[in-house]
T-cell receptor
Framework: AQKITQTQPGMFVQEKEAVTLDCTYD???????LFWYKQPSSGEMIFLIY??????QNATEGRYSLNFQKARKSANLVISASQLGDSAMYFC????????????FGAGTILRVKS | DAGVIQSPRHEVTEMGQEVTLRCKPI?????LFWYRQTMMRGLELLIY????????DSGMPEDRFSAKMPNASFSTLKIQPSEPRDSAVYFC?????????????FGPGTRLLVL
């Protein structure tokens, strides 16, 4: 089974609206970390947000928040008040002890913000 | 603070030639990772170092690929001889074990085209 699954190949959102990008993961390790990265068309990989498996609260970073549902093994990224500059590819990734310090990435979701 | 630095940003070469990609991690980071990104396979970890020592090179595709880290501030990824299927974006990333989340910060990538 895939460790990280992003089921939405692409999404559209209207400017100023909120959007949720889905991510589910698979691990038997109780200690793991979940990450979201943004890759704009220029190609760089930009770290957005982190959620630890033992964190009691959902992570937030500005307009980004992570909807962490541990029992469902989901770690969805919520972007509030979308901006045109949010148009990019978004990757969910996980690190767990089974894989040491490696990050395993999902296939990504392309987000397009419409004006 | 400077982020991860990679050079060159773009490389075009002919099949059979040697290619050397360079990376300078963030100062103080003791983990360094090399990734490859292609449309077909997404983001793949090739190799990673801890304190300049290669820890896991299971992602290196074949003997044509080699990586070194002679000191804490420099790493190279070499392909010899290069083949058209090596065309991809190669990312270097670094992280610090002192951070709770050990977030990996990526360089801008090297876009390699082998003709």
């Amino acid at each position: 089974a895939q460790k990280i699954t992003q089921t939405q190949p692409g999404m559209f959102v209207q400017e100023k609206e909120a959007v949720t990008l889905d991510c589910t993961y698979d691990t038997s390790d109780p200690s793991y970390g979940l990450f979201w990265y943004k890759q704009p068309s220029s190609g760089e990989m930009i770290f957005l947000i982190y959620q630890g498996s033992y964190d009691q609260q959902n992570a937030t970073e500005g307009r980004y928040s992570l909807n962490f549902q541990k029992a469902r093994k989901s770690a969805n990224l919520v972007i509030s008040a979308s901006q045109l500059g949010d148009s990019a590819m978004y990757f969910c990734a996980m690190r767990d002890m089974e894989y040491g310090n490696k990050l395993v990435f999902g296939a990504g979701t392309i987000l397009r913000v419409k004006s | 603070d400077a982020g991860v630095i990679q050079s060159p940003r773009h490389e075009v070469t002919e099949m059979g030639q040697e290619v050397t990609l360079r990376c300078k991690p963030i100062s103080g980071h003791d983990y360094l990772f090399w990734y490859r990104q292609t449309m077909m396979r997404g983001l793949e970890l090739l190799i990673y170092f801890n304190n300049n020592v290669p820890i896991d090179d299971s992602g290196m595709p074949e003997d044509r690929f080699s990586a070194k880290m002679p000191n804490a501030s420099f790493s190279t990824l070499k392909i010899q001889p290069s083949e058209p299927r090596d065309s991809a974006v190669y990312f270097c990333a670094s992280s610090s074990r002192t951070g709770a989340e050990e977030t990996q910060y990526f360089g801008p990538g090297t876009r390699l085209l082998v003709l």
